[in-house]
């Protein structure tokens, strides 16, 4: 399903179309190169109390992948989301997204607190507090992007995943990780340098010192051999009041495709203990 979001379209997988009103909604927010499609084998696990739906965040799978790069920054994706849930008739969602995803989450979190019931956060890094290391990350973006123009998406796709923060995908069944790559590989230039342009960890705001305002549910997972994002999570679980922090032992940065059944277990035990009565 496209829904029209301003002048472009954001893409929407249903779990069950037409059972919207079937459960609380989980909205699924997937990380940079990715799409709704990423979810689709957590989906069928999610208890049935609850209904996960995704979407396509722009410049990705099948939504709208403009030239210009004010869309994609962390107002217009928190608009986008927000025409999504008034499309569907959803007032209050609980948001579970993945590294970029979860930026995306916590975005609209702070723009629109009242719509959110709670928050999954999995390997997420709510910003960067030093003015030299956002320039860095900046710079480090604007290579990146440079790569994928001259060179074309699957030799950055290449690239991308062979770098050692996403070592441990290559303990997923082999045809998951094939389709993972061909999936990404369907992504265009504009979408992924605008993205990292105007969405990129160092451009986005920082959100450390708004962490404690958090006055909802929240889970961090992480996964135990991801030291970086590990680490993030311990510092974020001390500024969230009502934060839980889960480590999924032998995962790295994806924990929800290297191990499925151990990410849905805890995401289903955090919904049943924070919303069924």
């Known amino acids: 399903m496209n829904i029209a979001t301003g002048s472009h379209h954001i893409h929407c997988t249903l779990n069950s179309p037409g059972k919207l009103d079937s459960g609380m909604p989980v909205l699924f927010l997937h ?16 208890d049935d109390e609850f209904y996960p739906f995704g ?54 979190y702070f723009a629109c607190p009242g719509r959110v019931a709670g928050l999954v956060l999995e390997s997420t890094n709510p910003g960067i507090q ?11 973006d604007s290579e990146l992007i440079n790569r994928i123009q001259s060179n074309g998406i699957e030799e950055f796709i290449d690239f991308w995943y062979s770098l050692p923060l996403f070592e441990s995908l290559e303990n ?7 389709e993972l790559i061909s999936r990404r590989y369907k992504n ?14 160092g ?7 708004k962490l404690k305002e958090i ?42 495709l290297e191990k499925p059944a151990e990410f849905v277990s805890l995401v289903n035990s955090f919904l049943r203990n924070n919303f069924v009565q």
Not at 31 to 43: K, M, P, Y
Not at 79 to 106: E, F
Not at 130 to 140: A, G, H, L, M, N
Not at 232 to 256: C, M, P, Y
């Open 55 to 108: 979407i396509d965040l722009i410049g990705h799978g099948e939504s709208s992948t403009p030239q210009e790069v004010l869309y994609y920054n962390h107002k217009s994706v928190t608009q986008q989301i927000n025409d999504v849930l008034d499309y569907l008739g959803i007032n209050q969602v609980i948001l579970c997204g993945y590294s970029m995803g979860g930026r995306a989450a916590l975005s609209f």
């Open 215 to 256: 006055n909802i549910p929240v889970q961090l997972i992480t996964g135990e051999i991801d030291e970086k994002y590990k680490a993030l999570s311990f510092r974020v679980a001390e500024q969230i009041r009502q934060a839980e922090l889960d480590i999924i032992k032998s995962a790295g940065h994806n924990t929800h």
């Open 31 to 46: 990380g940079f190169t990715g799409s709704s499609a990423d979810w689709e084998i957590i989906f069928r696990s999610i």
């Open 172 to 178: 997923i069944p082999s045809r998951y990780l094939d």
């Open 203 to 209: 451009v986005m705001p920082d959100y450390w010192e």
């Open 130 to 140: 030093d003015e030299t290391e956002r320039e860095k990350r900046v710079q480090s």
């Open 188 to 201: 265009n230039v504009a979408g992924l340098c605008n993205s990292l342009a105007g969405f990129g960890t």
